[in-house]
């Protein structure tokens, strides 16, 4: 079996919900040893049931959510509210090379288990605390999810129509902010091999979305301009949208970037009269007029099903996909060709469904090699194996509920 490009590095794991477990995921795809530390006194929220359960929750150890942010992780049950369960945590972490945390600021310090308290025990640690905004300045301690982040990060406001409300898109803002998290990982684990030094990394989730709104923020401080919100529609192609196809709740993207692009389009739906109107005679034309043009095109789509439609446009060379539901993404033969999905075995679950990495190493692939853990799963391998104790200690701490 290959060798793992981060086979070797060990990541204490104390953060929960979507922003920190999808990071420290990222790390264990590359190799990672990865232990999720949490306790049934916090348990995780994503464990707490989800939709995809329907009718069938068993508890805090049959959550699919759970299971997708958390692949490929050991599981131990730390109450780290009490004196003795901070000085496990400790003594964990000084077996590690990274810790993740994603608390307000200041808790992990309150808790005997921050930065400074670690470098104690581990002088080279890399820590990284993703946060709502940052562990300084005045909303330092400001509550926030998903749809916090993007409203303070300013992709709200541009997400969505013009006459309608703006769109958090919740969720989708965990995710770009774990990805920082663990580029910014990656970064201090290079530091750290050519120089030896561990470092703090303060990640600002909101200050990760921000970073996604340059265009606005450059129209502003250039044009004294706001974007705003503009829908499906571009600043330079038309057409740009997404149209409506034969069939329930059927939809195409389509996007036209060059003047060759637009006549390949043209040429596709028939060279229809309308086409030849000077309103849609070159690239400014048509974004003048794009909402005219989409009636159009909205005319001509809706007779033909999206996947006939995807066919027909990509043969023409125009970029056209349909709006895909969960049942197309599992089906769809490319898909399938590239092995974007995989299986895991859950002992409650099942068999899961769930996504491969979405890069591909040559030399050192990206797996999963286990689902997500139960609670305090693999308390006896870790405490045993990385601490010295005994499975009697062990047994004996879980009846206590220090490891609990």
């Known amino acids: 079996m290959s060798k793992m490009a981060l086979e070797g590095i060990r990541v204490a794991d104390f953060s929960w919900v979507w922003a920190g477990p999808y990071c420290t995921s990222l790390l264990g795809y590359l190799g990672a040893d990865v232990i999720k530390i949490e306790s049934m006194k916090r348990v995780d929220q994503t464990r707490q049931g989800s939709i995809m359960n329907g009718d069938t929750f068993e508890g805090v150890n049959s959550s699919p959510t759970f299971n997708n942010a958390n ?65 300084t300045g005045p909303y330092r301690g400001f509550a926030g999810f998903a749809p916090i982040f993007a409203s303070m990060g300013g992709l709200a406001n541009l997400t969505g129509y013009t006459d309608g409300a703006p769109n958090p898109m919740s969720g989708v803002q965990d995710l770009r902010a774990a990805t920082q998290a663990a580029y910014a990982i990656l970064a201090a684990l290079y530091h750290r091999k050519k120089t030896g030094e561990g470092q703090y990394i303060d990640c600002s989730s909101s200050e990760c ?17 706001s974007l705003g919100r503009t829908g499906n529609t571009d600043p330079v192609m038309a057409p740009h949208n997404v149209y409506r196809c034969k069939g329930d709740d059927k939809w195409i993207s389509i996007a036209v970037g060059t003047e060759e692009e637009w006549q390949n389009l043209v040429h596709a ?10 309103k849609f005679a070159d690239m400014y034309a048509r974004h003048k007029n794009s909402a005219e043009l989409d009636r159009h095109m909205a005319e001509w789509t809706v007779r033909y099903g999206h996947i006939e439609l995807m066919h027909l446009l990509q043969d023409a060379g125009v970029a056209a996909m349909p709006s895909f ?46 689902p997500g853990p139960c609670l305090g799963e693999d308390n006896v391998e870790v405490f045993t194996g990385l601490l010295g104790m005994s499975e009697e200690e062990v047994r004996r701490l879980e009846e206590e509920k220090t490891l609990y």
């Not at 060709?337 to 409650?348: D, I, K, N, S």
């Not at 990495?357 to 797996?367: H, N, R, Y």
Request: one cysteine or more; proline letters at 6%; aromatic letters at 4%.
């Open 71 to 135: 692949l490929n992780k050991k599981g131990v049950s730390i109450d780290i509210t009490t004196e003795k369960g901070q000085e496990i945590a400790r003594r964990l972490v000084a077996q590690c090379d990274v810790v993740v945390a994603n608390m307000r600021p200041g808790k992990m310090d309150k808790l005997h288990l921050g930065y400074e308290d670690l470098k104690k025990v581990k002088p080279d640690i890399i820590m990284l605390e993703s946060t709502g905004f940052g562990v």
């Open 209 to 225: 979305i921000t970073t996604l709104v340059g265009n606005e923020m450059m129209e502003y401080t250039m044009n004294g301009r």
């Open 269 to 278: 739906m028939g060279d229809p009269d309308w086409a030849k109107d000077e």
């Open 325 to 370: 539901c969960a049942t197309e993404i599992l089906e769809d033969p490319h898909v399938k060709a590239r092995g974007l999905l995989t299986t895991v075995e859950h002992p409650l679950l099942k068999t899961q469904h769930v996504f491969n990495p979405p890069w591909k190493l040559s030399e050192t692939p990206a797996t999963i090699r286990k």
